[in-house]
């Protein structure tokens, strides 16, 4: 696995391209921000009339475009839409109106590798993708530092592709911590399967299941809260310092000897077998078929059980309790007012 760094890129490339980023979530506002920052002198912001986040980009002195004219200005759109609306962006806002030989890039390989967009033969297509949250990629570089990045090309239109890839993402602060090369397929596949697993589905449904264990047991739901939640981002941050041997090392020989005994009785082979299965999932396309067909009927049954979700007892316990920790608010990661 090749590793590049500030001193393997040239930032000048993309400080002398014309760059467009579609939309103004949380990559996009990292990214426009951070190149602007860089010295590209050249960066548009992509949005609809009617976006929410207009105002946002503009009062962070942005240009805004909307797509299809910022399509036809940029030397290289990059797509951070949601996934599910990059083909429609695609099909009625970039597909016609991109200049010849500019480049298309993305922070995800999704909409690529499962072939819901199929670039035009005169375009490079590369993903420059943060490994972090756009409020990471943006307050890391404020302070210095960077998010590595994994960088992969797709179509090398130009044969300079991979370049121009590298110097973008050196321009949002990659190269200073690390552009590891990879595949849109590996970057997919892996990023899906993290996500379900680990990160998002296997993490929730576990400290949900723990928290009702708890609370069904009769034990007072503030407890279950502390306990099957709170405490993960002490035994997350050990981890993310030093690795599971880092965290072992650092929790007390109770919690060691429960964590070798007990463990492996929750996450089995039973477990991991399911883990496969959803691995499967993703590599045929199943997983991105079914999100697409959700999409296509207004998104009615993932509303449902996000509503759902949120009126679950562990978050109105859970608001209760941080509303005790006003340090937690004071560095909080997600500013909804800016990103």
Not at 195 to 207: H, N
Not at 236 to 254: C, F, H, K, P, Q
Not at 308 to 320: C, M, S
């Amino acid at each position: 696995m090749r590793v590049y760094y500030d001193r393997d890129a040239d930032v000048n490339l993309i400080k002398g391209k014309k760059v467009a980023i579609v939309g103004y979530g949380s990559q996009g506002h990292a990214h426009a921000n951070n190149l602007n920052d860089s010295g590209v002198k050249e960066v548009v912001v992509a949005l609809r009339k009617d976006s929410a986040t207009r105002k946002k980009a503009e009062d962070a002195g942005l240009k805004v475009m909307d797509a299809t004219e910022a399509a036809k200005w940029a030397d290289v759109v990059m797509v951070l839409t949601p996934d599910e609306l990059q083909r429609h962006l695609w099909e009625d806002d970039l597909r016609d109106n991109m200049k010849e030989g500019a480049s298309l890039a993305f922070a995800h390989g999704l909409n690529i590798h499962f072939r819901l967009i199929e670039p035009r033969p005169d375009l490079d297509v590369f993903m420059v993708a943060p490994k972090g949250p756009g409020h990471t990629v943006r307050s890391e570089y404020n302070r210095g530092g960077g998010v590595p990045c994994l960088i992969a090309v797709h179509q090398d239109a130009s044969g300079n592709a991979h370049d121009i890839g590298l110097s973008y993402a050196a321009g949002i602060g990659g190269g200073r911590a690390g552009i590891i090369g990879t595949t849109f397929k590996e970057e997919c596949e892996t990023d899906l399967f993290g996500e379900q697993v680990v990160l998002c589905g296997g993490l929730t449904s576990l400290i949900t299941a723990a928290y009702e264990t708890l609370t069904e047991a009769g034990y007072a739901p503030e407890m279950a809260y502390f306990e099957c939640l709170h405490e993960v981002k002490l035994i997350v941050d050990l981890m993310y310092e030093g690795g599971i041997a880092n965290m072992r090392y650092s929790v007390s020989n109770t919690a060691e000897y429960g964590d070798y005994t007990r463990g492996p009785r929750i996450i089995n082979d039973q477990t991991k077998a399911e883990m496969k299965k959803v691995l499967d999932e993703i590599q045929s396309g199943q997983f991105t078929r079914e999100w697409m067909l959700e999409n296509e009927v207004g998104q009615t049954s993932f509303k449902t059980v996000r509503a759902r979700a949120a009126e679950h007892p562990i978050e109105e316990v859970g608001a209760k309790l941080r509303a005790m920790m006003p340090w937690i608010a004071e560095n909080k990661l997600v500013d909804k007012e800016k990103n």
